[in-house]
């Protein structure tokens, strides 16, 4: 988890890391403003379950469909979960491997999932379903 390069606003990742961490997953909190080439390598070395990014002004969310591209371009297929003020489910899945937290407490619902082997792209589709605890 990290909020991305440029935004300096953690307060919601750090409570979806406390709320996933709680739901019993493994979580690497990077911090905030974390630069894209710094968030993508963490990515190939770790290999994740997903990553999650936060951005709270408009001006960084773009960091999400690089993040995104970059992941795939290596080869990999690891969800990259957009989160934070700025961003909405619909911009979420714009872009390569994208999904979509509203609110800290959906984390790791969306982590269940993704665990039991659901892709990405089943995770969108069965999003509200998801969220609403079924």
Same mark, same amino acid.
């Given at each position: 988890?990290?909020?991305?390069?440029?935004?300096?606003?953690?307060?919601?990742?750090?409570?979806?890391?406390? =709320?996933?961490?709680? +739901? !019993?997953?493994?979580?690497?909190? $990077? /911090?905030?403003?974390?630069?894209?080439?710094?968030?993508? *390598?963490?990515?190939?070395?770790?290999?994740?379950?997903?990553?999650?990014?936060?951005?709270?002004?408009?001006?960084?969310?773009?960091?999400?469909?690089?993040?995104?591209? =970059?992941?795939?371009? +290596? !080869?990999?297929?690891?969800?990259? $979960? /957009?989160?934070?003020?700025?961003?909405?489910?619909?911009? *979420?899945?714009?872009?390569?491997?994208?999904?979509?937290?509203?609110?800290?407490?959906?984390?790791?619902?969306?982590?269940?999932?993704?665990?039991?082997?659901?892709?990405?792209?089943?995770?969108?589709?069965?999003?509200?379903?998801?969220?609403? /605890?079924?």
């Amino acid at each position: 988890m990290h909020a991305v390069e440029g935004d300096p606003h953690d307060i919601g990742k750090n409570i979806a890391a406390v =709320m996933t961490r709680s +739901a !019993g997953y493994e979580v690497i909190d $990077m /911090g905030r403003d974390v630069p894209i080439v710094d968030a993508v *390598a963490k990515v190939k070395e770790v290999k994740p379950l997903f990553i999650s990014g936060t951005a709270l002004m408009t001006t960084t969310m773009s960091a999400f469909p690089v993040i995104g591209k =970059m992941i795939k371009d +290596a !080869g990999l297929d690891i969800p990259v $979960m /957009g989160c934070g003020g700025a961003v909405n489910r619909e911009y *979420a899945n714009s872009y390569d491997l994208g999904i979509y937290s509203e609110k800290a407490p959906q984390t790791p619902k969306i982590a269940d999932k993704l665990l039991a082997g659901k892709d990405w792209k089943w995770v969108r589709e069965n999003w509200d379903s998801i969220v609403e /605890g079924e």
